[in-house]
């Protein structure tokens, strides 16, 4: 008789309340992108659905042996989702062990998918900024705006000032205001995205991820040495004498 198995279901509460700090998420990160590097993992193509061009799901399964653990997410996105009060990408992550295959938890990913891509990004820019960053250049003033200010904020102390844009003035005033009252650095709201660039060491693109979405930034508008870091699958970025295929993008 087959032994009964049991396993967890963790809501986003439940995820949130483990109180993992910045610190650990961007050490896990790191060891996860140093492991692949390495040719420790096993990550295949992301599988990507889009019924519309405002709606898309994803799927991305990995197997990290080290942990001794394998893990699905599955998850929806899209801009349309403010409007129900939702955040604009949700989903759902499967763990498993990689001993038995069986299921170890069940868990919301909304809250892992925010503070993971800030976590990356803060992890990228570190080992690929050229001088310690003085002028971080922030397109997009949403969510993940302010939590890649959580993790570049304290991953560069050099910060001091802020120019950023977003197509809604509302949120890049929102943005402002609250970055001011958490960090000691300057925020300057831009009316243009090519005014956001001026003078930036580390530019932060963070639109909405559709194919319809307005290419407003271009890579040779990048101050030499600078570094851009891409969230949003290219979607901000139009054609420029540098190209923005990546995550990192140098001039």
Known sequence: MAEHHRFMYLSRADVEAVGC???AIMAAVELAFREKAAGRTIMPPKHWLAPS????????TSALPGSGAAGCKWQSGSPDNAAASQPYITGQYILNGLDTGMPLAIMDSTWITEV?????????ARNLVGRPPAVLAMLGCGLQARRHLEALAPTFPTLRTIRCYDIACTAAETYRRVAMQRFPIDVSVCDSPRGAFEGADLV???GPIAPDTPRQ???DWLEPGATAVTIDYDCYWGRGRVGSGGPGIHR
């Open 217 to 219: 930034a271009r890579a």
């Open 21 to 23: 700090p910045p610190s």
């Open 53 to 60: 061009s405002r709606r898309f799901f994803s799927a991305m």
């Open 116 to 124: 993971r891509t800030a976590a990356a990004s803060a992890v990228v």
């Open 204 to 206: 932060v693109t963070c």
